[in-house]
């Protein structure tokens, strides 16, 4: 089996902004540290792209080699073009998985195949966050424990406005006493979408071991696999119908 | 309590055409057609607006007076106005029902609010159809027995590309071989989305009061009701927890 | 519209233990203050039932009359009538609304209807409880603000072995840590079902108004409706069908 | 990566009855035939167990050493041990995956799973079943086409009294204008479950590829796979916490 080919896309703005303190804690972007730590593990692939490169990255080339995107997103939301944007859509829609990362719930992508306003609350208060495990049995919770924790996380709370998701795998505790539906699937027409909360961009999130299996557990979820065929339109009746 | 106040759209196209066979079954529209029942149903008013009035007759006065919007179009899908639909869409989030007719499943706001394509197979062959009821106790079904029918619709069928519904209450039987979820509830933030699948123009569909009956239920379950309160953006820890 | 007519099923053992503390928060019983706070509800009229009574106060009339049950049960799951418990389940089944408050978790009607294990993390520590609402356009939502609190309750976590919910409506945040979906909705054939935490029987919780307020719109949400007529068993072709 | 281990449970009572015509179309059983389907496949090592041998063939250690279980009964589901089921539901609750075929919509460990009473309708009279797929990127469709179609089956129709399903993977068009949830995913607690409508005992069901393929693509997807750790019961609260 060859491996997953996953794009990493990044923002990369905040980054390039030596006033930001994440420009301390990603020097080389977000993506960069995404993109190795998956490198890392077995039968995955890793490539990056980023949002102020022509097409962002994503050329239609890059779009077909493509078998699971990661998507972060924060300030400049507005900048991405609404025609990459369409054939991300499309290819999520053929098979092609995709996890969207902390702020991309903001993300034209997400909020496109979502359907609803995607908004919460949010605090940025250096609160820890501890993430349950309420699907023990799905595939992106494979090997962890009753929870795993991140010392400082960006709060994000309830409500989050979101069509149900088929599969509520993570739920967040923050200290400050918020909750929220942290690790979130769905699946559209063939494609397996993954929501997962935690990656401020002054927090080194993307370091942290468990952080990177269970996007790496998603990665592999949310991969593209042998489907139905599905046909549209006009349609006639089938022979052996027709013959009776 | 005070009437749900509906406001039945149509794109009111193919029935001014007096060459086509629906400005024979619908000689003043199927809109006005379906106005007419319901404003014969206890507790619910209705009004009309269709593609041709200025704004698509859907002005911010009408939307601020509409509880419920139900919507058919079909040939005309490209000629609404992406601003109108937004407007709509953001009601429906916040609260207002919406009942999606037949080919309204290509409409813009109901691709909108589902984030898929919404493609369908379909036939025009005056074949059988038979809803059965596969939710018994859900409110649309509300006074149906096993299943209902209707003897001449246009095919509809599987695979529809659609998000999961939160319920599937009608599955549909067609003469020529196929099945079709027909239907089909989602809620999105406040607002309550039902798709129901009969009513081809060229049919007498909105004339048949078990069709008119599934419609009226749907505009009870789709009406706004109390809901919580929800609060969106940066958030401060609550009092209570502060003072720890 | 007549009353909805609900059985408070209570337990009612530890109340009676002069040595416990729940003997001095609820003299009379839990049932009796849950029933009272109903009793004052418009619409709604409360009766109660206890174990100790003979058939449980579960009579086939009591059944018959009621529209939803109330359980709260805790020390004593295993001396509840193995054939009481197949008549709750069937009368839920039918259409009687069914709310498990709390320790009913545990209880064998729930466990018959949920099919799982049912399990749960627990904890004893007079910790804050606060419950989110994650579906604010839910009745059993209605008039609550983003969230409400009890100042003291017994820690239930997750993992909450269960199946997946038809609606979450509440995710509590402990004090101590943890996350529970708390208030959980399931259709059951023609019957609803919903769960929810609060309740321990050391606290004051059922004089809690916010707590009643849930409650009782869980009451008008469970409460029997007109549904579909249901046919079970060998079937002939319709007539309309045989006739081709 | 080892062969996943499957035993095939049949009630083989029909099946020795030789005036029955299931002894002519499976005269060592159904559960042999599609214990050497499964065989046949890459992956999977198929073996049985019948109702009439000791503990019905579900002894411990078999348990112990099943991965997947698919289970036909249909004359004879009283027959089944309580014991025996308990041990089963058990299993899958930990992990086993289960396939329930046909008329074991009606057995012991489907009802107790389901908790439901798992009615439907039905009719012998040889006819035409085509089964049409809803959710086309389910690993349970993999490779199929729109639809596949058995010339003759019995008829199962709704209502089907079940727990909405996970994942509804198919419906079923019948002749005689029955529609049917025929292929429908749960997951309980670690567990898969799958139930596939094919397999009256008196058609050639489980010679034909398709439904092979079916069946051989349901074992792989409820086989059990890494889960996240679950503990339940009294739970202190995490160090990182008390510290605070």
Sequence with gaps: MSDIRVTVWGEFRHEKDSSHESSRVYPDGMHTVIAKNLNAMPGITARTATLDEPEHGLTDQ??????????WGHMAHGDVDDRIVEKVVKRVWEGMGIIFLHSAHFSKP???????GCDLKWREADEKA?????????????????CFELDKEEMYGEHFDIPKPDALVFITWFEGG??????????????????FQPGHETYPTYYDPTIMKVIG????????????????GNFQPLEEIKKK
Tied chains: 1, 2, 3, 4.
């Design 62 to 71: 890059v779009l077909a080699e493509t078998d699971v995107m990661t998507w």
């Design 130 to 146: 501890r993430m349950w495990v309420v699907e023990p049995g799905h595939p992106i919770a494979a090997g962890l424990g009753n």
């Design 110 to 116: 997400f909020k496109r195949l979502m359907g609803t």
């Design 178 to 195: 918020e909750v929220f539906r942290s690790g979130c699937c769905w699946v559209r027409q063939k494609g397996r979408i993954f929501y």
């Design 217 to 232: 557990n998603a990665v592999r979820w949310t991969a593209p696999r042998p489907c139905a065929d599905v046909q549209y």
